[in-house]
């Protein structure tokens, strides 16, 4: 029960940040209510027992990429009003038509799936310890092929970001 | 608690290992060799080559490595092969377009492998987690080879569009990743597979198979998620919009089967349906829209998407037939695509761009052969006997109407009647028009050598195909088709 109620508070929160991001007139204010966002989505992964995730959470999204949209806001000049971002081919009726359709749909097919529950839900046993050793010993086991490849995709954005970002080659 | 992985994996990822070895020798060679020298695409065709021979002791392996998470098995390997020879003909084709566009090579090349491995890593991926890094190691690459010309305002455009777009496809397809993880409990295609097999049919699941579809559907440019090709294939550096326009594509294709025919195969009736619609619109949307193109590139961009349309025939068959057919078409498909864009390359000369259609006018005056073989490419294209495309598309055809699609069968054909108009739009220009004023086209041995490989392909498997059909058919056995048999 009070796992219930602290998930729907957290989600409460993560719901109105998310909403704040969007609406507020000032791109910083927007970035703040942003690491807001994260912290509260960190502290739901925390309830849920993922210790990792939560700590990733924090320092890769609420610390870095923050970081990078901080600069973004910074270099880049928003003073201008929204008006003058106005596209003429922008439908916006048609959009919100077909987002609120699209809605609508994964709304029903939620509450049918809360109504009838999928049968074999793989239960997952909770980990009594911390999960961090769990996840840096399957990333070094089971998983070590993809680490290895995401080690050259990560190779791959560096010499991608050198190469568009250096003036001369 | 889960094993660990043995040394026997790392033999069986030898192709792999020797790429990226290579691939990282290639951006070292960069730095010691002198500007200028051409001895770094040398090198590049040199590892492509490597990996090639590197996939020899694996002709009839069938097993699944690292825990299941990749499979080594002919259906990867004919993808393997396709995927390296697409990526030798577009390093001999970047040589001197490179020069042309003073772009250093070094990252350019590094890039290319790097792309190419992504593909292998998919094509064999039979866990989520296995074929998505693959997807996004071969994305990243192309997002960054899309923008390589950075001067040019049209490469820059087509990086970002490519870029944003394919970020924003890859959240739709985790989304459906990440649902069937959580209703299956697990990432690997086979154990989902059994644990859907009993189960009844779950609108979540439905929902998965939707966002999974249209993930992928941006990767192969189906209709309506075609947006961003166009844009980006008249964008990119030709040699890139080659590659893209093929490995890429059949990357998808292979991922695409392997989540679908092997990880999904109770949910077949809906899967079917999808690609069934999908197939119908993108054929017609495509050739429809290539009619009123006049930049080649642009053209042939709209006509892949049409070919993507043709490919998900295959697909929607989802029997062996279907797949086999898939196999052939797509190792077709891949020579006479190239072999289009290597005389446009040839057209690139340090003045003139060379893609608009009028700069083909009256080119069998000015060199008979790029005209000839260009004619060869796009009778291919158009499906025309006796040239490789009409077995191809033939091959298909008849695996739609064999399981049962014989409407599907009925667009393909009207569909290709009406690309004819535009393939031999072409042919219009390059013969029968009096006044030549685009560019004198030059080969240079690399070049020279693309279009021999490419001509003797599109006839040779055009008037002999037989030995293809048999190993295709071999490659698309492996696949787990036993759930999959037509309904």
Known sequence: ?169 | MPAGINAIDFYYLLPEIVLTAGALAVLVADVLLPRGSRALAWITVAVLGATLASLLPFADTDVEVANGLIAVDRFALFFKVVFLVSAIMTVLMSVRYLEIEEVSPGEYFFLVLCATLGMMIMAGGIDLITSFIGLETMAVSFYILTGFIKPNQRSNEAAVKYFLLGAFSLGILLYGMSLLYGLSGSTNLHVMASVFAGQARDPLLVLAVILVVSGMAFKIAAVPFHMWAPDVYEGAPTPITAFLSVGSKAAAFAMILRIFVEGLPSMTSDWQLLFEALAIVTMTVGNVAALTQSNLKRMLAYSSIAHAGYLLIGVVAGTPLGVSAMLIYLLIYTFMQLGAFTVIVMMRRADVVGDELKDFSGLHVRHPVAAFAMLLFMLSLGGIPPTAGFMGKFWLFRAAIESGYVGLAVVGVLNSAVSLYYYLRLVVFMYLKKETTGSEPTASPALALTLAVAVAATLVLGVYPRVLFEVAEKSAQTLGLGGAAAP
């Open chain 1, 1 to 169: 029960m009070g796992e219930a109620i602290a998930f729907y508070i957290i989600a409460g929160f993560i719901l109105i940040f998310a909403v704040l991001v969007v609406t507020a007139k000032e791109a910083v204010h927007s970035v703040v209510f942003l690491v807001i966002d994260f912290l509260f989505v960190a502290a739901l992964y925390a309830s849920l027992g993922a210790e990792f995730l939560a700590i990733i959470q924090i320092l890769v999204y609420a610390g870095g990429i923050v970081v990078l949209y901080l600069f973004v806001v910074m270099l880049v000049n928003l003073k201008r009003p929204p008006e003058a971002y106005a596209d003429p081919h922008r439908r916006t009726t048609l959009g919100f038509a077909l987002s609120a359709a699209m809605l609508l749909e994964i709304g029903v097919i939620a509450s049918y799936g809360y109504v009838k529950p999928a049968p074999a839900l793989a239960a997952v046993a909770a980990p009594v310890t911390g999960n961090t050793e769990e996840v840096g010993w399957l990333l070094y086991t089971s998983y070590l092929i993809p680490f290895e490849i995401a080690s050259m995709l990560l190779l791959v954005a560096m010499i991608g970001a050198i190469v568009l970002a250096k003036r001369e080659l």
